[in-house]
Antibody, heavy 116, light 113 residues
Framework: EVQLVESGGGLVQPGGSLRLSCATSGFTFTTYWMQWVRQAPGGGLVWVSHINNDGSDTKYADFAKGRFTMSRDNAKNMLYLQMNSLRSEDTAVYYC?????????WGQGTLVTVSS | DAVLTQSPLSLPVTLGQPASISCRSSQSLVHSDGNTYLNWFQQRPGQSPRRLIYKVSNRDSGVPDRFSGSGSGTDFTLKISRVEAEDVAIYYCMQATHWPPYTFGPGTKLEIK
């Protein structure tokens, strides 16, 4: 069974940093691209970032460029999202997702709240 | 970016009746590899999204056959043949043809009349 389990969310002040993690299991992690998607409270789904199989290529939404860094540890089957210079508008549930013909599986999400 | 619009945004449906959701793209979603990467997701209250349909019309494993997807180019449709209570959710279309970024429609909220 494919499992994606996010952690690392919480309350952070504007300008602060958080590192989200996603523990994966139930599939061959190195075979898949991975993505982060976020959803603001009561809002829709917004793509955040992409990473390819070996971590050599990453892509970001415009709002994430220069502030967010996505990475993976294929030896540990782990995915990460380092978020710096956080703003109130970054408040959202962040989902770790597996890519196959577009997004396929979703984790349960981790809530990031940016507030003073 | 490929902008996706959905209609209607709110869909009251009587149990056992059919439902249909439209998704339109600002540009053709046919990829240079010949595939059309248009997916449909269901998000029940308090849950993560779940993919129902990939590449326009392919049902994911475990998805009831009352769900079907169709369309081509810029116009796509998700149909539920007979709505059940468990289908109460927000439905999103998403394109993965022109990326980055992947883009989502605004969502259609299905409720029971």
């Amino acid at each position: 069974e494919v499992q994606l389990v996010e952690s690392g969310g919480g309350l952070v002040q504007p300008g602060g940093s958080l590192r989200l993690s996603c523990a994966t299991s139930g599939f061959t992690f190195t075979t898949y691209w991975m993505q982060w998607v976020r959803q603001a409270p009561g809002g829709g789904l917004v793509w955040v970032s992409h990473i390819n199989n070996d971590g050599s290529d990453t892509k970001y939404a415009d709002f994430a460029k220069g502030r967010f860094t996505m990475s993976r540890d294929n030896a540990k089957n782990m995915l990460y999202l380092q978020m710096n210079s956080l703003r109130s508008e970054d408040t959202a549930v962040y989902y770790c997702t597996r890519d196959a013909a577009g997004i396929e599986y979703w984790g349960q999400g981790t809530l990031v709240t940016v507030s003073s | 970016d490929a902008v996706l619009t959905q209609s209607p945004l709110s869909l009251p449906v009587t149990l056992g009746q059919p439902a249909s959701i439209s998704c339109r793209s600002s540009q053709s979603l046919v990829h240079s590899d010949g595939n059309t990467y248009l997916n449909w997701f269901q998000q029940r209250p308090g849950q993560s999204p779940r993919r129902l349909i990939y590449k326009v019309s392919n049902r994911d494993s475990g998805v009831p056959d009352r769900f079907s997807g169709s369309g081509s180019g810029t116009d796509f449709t998700l149909k539920i043949s007979r709505v059940e209570a468990e289908d109460v959710a927000i439905y999103y279309c998403m394109q993965a043809t022109h990326w980055p970024p992947y883009t989502f429609g605004p969502g259609t909220k299905l409720e029971i009349k």
